[in-house]
């Protein structure tokens, strides 16, 4: 039987401050800050119960670990966890010897299901191995945030941190250009970190000047926005693309003559590595071989190619 292939999908590591004052706890802003957090935050105590009509479900992280690459002495560091969801008990129907019944029956152990995440740091982007089983509903990404914040809430952080999808290969921008005439866009931004380029840069300053970090911009013009690069419109596009947003981003205007609103942005860009899967469930305990780091590297190589920098948007002007 073949090796089934390594399905993952690509989402913005975001750090969001509380609106606290200083001394109920400090913002995170580097990357060991946001190390601590992960490896804190796979100890048992802050495990997620979610309970449903289907049964009761506890959401976990664990097996942290730090990724050797060794060679060369700059090589990006590379974190990993698994997140688990542990099916604790079932409803459903049993069979009696005169009827069948509801009931609920519990799992002991409890079997679950699991996915592992890759944290790029040098980008602060990460990988999530794809499990349909897991995330045909964005629970998933809900339970892992709460786990996160009691975390950071342990250890005195006041900040967040956030997975947020990393559009598809120019999906955000693609749908720009696509407007004749562009009347209105909504989209709310999150402060680019570590990452910018031309296009964000002077934006970027702008925000970290004013002291902002989330900023939440609804521009309109009925005559149309402009959509020429180095303009407020393109440089915020171009931001929402790399995955510093919230949400959807909102376009509204006139597209092959007719009025239309499109929502774009919010699923996540997929990869596939060959022959990786069955690799994968073990990696963690194996860190520090080369045939690790040769996996983690072909994994890092592949979600550079996914979130390199796309071309900007150019004036239809």
Known sequence: MPDRPFLFEVYRLNIVDEDMLPFMG??????????????AATESRFDETNVSKRGTFMWSLREFVSYDLEEPSDAPRVIGVTLARS????????????????????????PADLMHIIFYMARHLATVEYNSALMHTQLWRSSLHSILDRSAHALEFQSRLRLEPVPREEEVIQVFRSFQRITR????LRMPNPELDRRTERLRKELLDAGIRDYSQDMRN???????????????????????KEGDVVMSGYRG??????????????????????????????????ETRLVVRSILDEVDRIAETPAPPQDEG
Do not use: C, H, W
Not at 26 to 39: H, Y
Not at 185 to 188: K, N
Not at 224 to 239: D, R, Y
């Open 26 to 39: 400090q913002a995170i802003r580097n990357d060991s800050e946001i190390i601590r957090v992960l490896s």
């Open 87 to 110: 099916v604790i008990t079932q409803s459903g129907v049993t069979v009696t010897d005169k009827s069948i019944e509801g009931a609920t029956s519990k799992l002991s152990p409890p």
């Open 257 to 290: 003559g007719r009025f239309t609103t499109v929502r774009t942005g919010n699923r996540a860009a997929r990869g596939r590595i060959d022959g990786l899967k069955d690799f994968i469930r073990g990696i963690g305990s194996n860190a520090r071989t080369k």
């Open 185 to 188: 866009l909504r989209v709310r």
């Open 222 to 244: 009925p005559r149309g926005l402009s959509q020429s690069e180095g303009n407020l419109p393109a440089a915020t596009v171009a931001m929402a693309q790399a995955g510093y």
